[in-house]
């Protein structure tokens, strides 16, 4: 049974900086792609960024992009989000997730955490 618990939210002002932090348990996701999906309520889902098994290629949505970094290190099943220059718009409950892919997350990823709420006060 895989598990992803995400850790890292919370309250940031505009401009301000996070770091969430996913871990991943019950089994190796070492080989696929694993991402952070975001939803806000009267938004549609988005996958904010994803990143292969082993980091060569990364995505990321429009509206996050040259702000947001992904990185992953497998040794640890770690996934982490670094979130710079952050906008209200941004706030959202962010969940972790992992696909069956090896290089892309999708739209209705296989796995998911539970999420952690970001808040972006202007």
């Known amino acids: 049974q895989v598990q992803l618990v995400e850790s890292g939210g919370g309250l940031a002002q505009a401009g301000g900086s996070l770091r969430l932090s996913c871990a991943s348990s019950?089994?190796?996701?070492?080989?696929?792609?694993m991402g952070w999906l975001r939803q806000a309520p009267g938004k549609e889902r988005e996958v904010v960024a994803d990143i292969s098994w082993n980091g060569g290629i990364t995505h990321y949505s429009d509206s996050v992009k040259g702000r947001f970094t992904i990185s992953r290190d497998n040794s640890r099943n770690m996934v982490y989000l670094q979130m710079n220059s952050l906008k209200p718009e941004d706030a959202a409950v962010y969940h972790c997730?992992?696909?069956?892919?090896?290089?892309?997350?999708?739209?209705?990823?296989?796995?998911w955490g539970l999420g952690t709420q970001v808040t972006v006060s202007s």
């Open positions: 997730v992992a696909d069956r892919y090896p290089a892309v997350v999708t739209f209705t990823p296989h796995y």
């Open positions: 019950g089994s190796t996701l070492s080989s696929v792609a």
